[in-house]
């Protein structure tokens, strides 16, 4: 993005980085969007699922492997969709893991509060798109089945 493209963008962004936030513009958000979504329905589930902090999950080659099938399945639905695939996606997907290693995701943290879980809108929309595609994403749609599960205990059954 030219500087002076966006001004009230650039006003937002300075105005974060005063706050102390880390904040860039792009052009490219529907990129990004898909990127985050590629990230957040692998490591979200997996890691409200095991309970365990971000960093955990590259740390056996059991959940390494669990990993990659949902990272598969999920870029190969999401490059239907226009995210361009490309190979530092894994390893940016490891380096996030690692970079936020002590983190509890926010999908973990909503289950240990009881609190209604965003599965519909990453797992769930992921397995949505697939089936849009003509394609099946069962990974994905498992595992929103099962976080889904995880709550609702206070819901008649
Ligand atoms: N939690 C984590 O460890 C991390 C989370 N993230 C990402 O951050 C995002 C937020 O996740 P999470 O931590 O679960 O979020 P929370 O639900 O804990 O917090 C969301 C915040 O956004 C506010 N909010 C929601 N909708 C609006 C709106 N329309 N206008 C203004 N404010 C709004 C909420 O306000 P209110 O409380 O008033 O409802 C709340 O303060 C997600 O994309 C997640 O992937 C990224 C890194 C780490
Ligand atoms: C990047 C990650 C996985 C960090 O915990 C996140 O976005 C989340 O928890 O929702």
């Not at 969007?33 to 365990?52: D, E, G, Q, Y």
């Not at 999920?74 to 893991?97: F, H, M, Q, Y």
């Not at 009881?114 to 749609?141: K, Q, W």
């Amino acid at each position: 993005m030219a500087p002076g493209e966006a001004p009230e963008a650039e006003r937002l962004a300075s105005m974060l980085k005063q706050a102390g936030f880390s904040a860039s513009l792009s052009n490219d958000m529907a990129e990004r969007m898909l990127r985050k979504l590629l990230s957040n329905a692998v490591i979200n589930p997996l890691t409200a699922l095991l309970r365990v902090p971000n960093g955990a999950l590259v740390r056996t080659p059991e959940r390494r492997a669990l990993m990659r099938t949902l990272f598969d399945e999920t870029l190969s639905v999401l490059e239907a969709g226009g995210l361009p695939g490309d190979d530092r996606l894994w390893i940016d997907l490891l380096d996030l893991c690692e970079r936020t290693a002590a983190n509890r995701s926010s999908m973990l943290q909503d289950v240990l509060a009881g609190r209604p879980t965003e599965i519909e809108a990453i797992n769930g929309a992921v397995a949505r798109m697939a089936a849009r595609l003509g394609a099946a994403a069962p990974y994905n749609e498992s595992l929103a089945s099962l976080v889904a599960a995880l709550g609702g205990d206070d819901r008649e059954g």
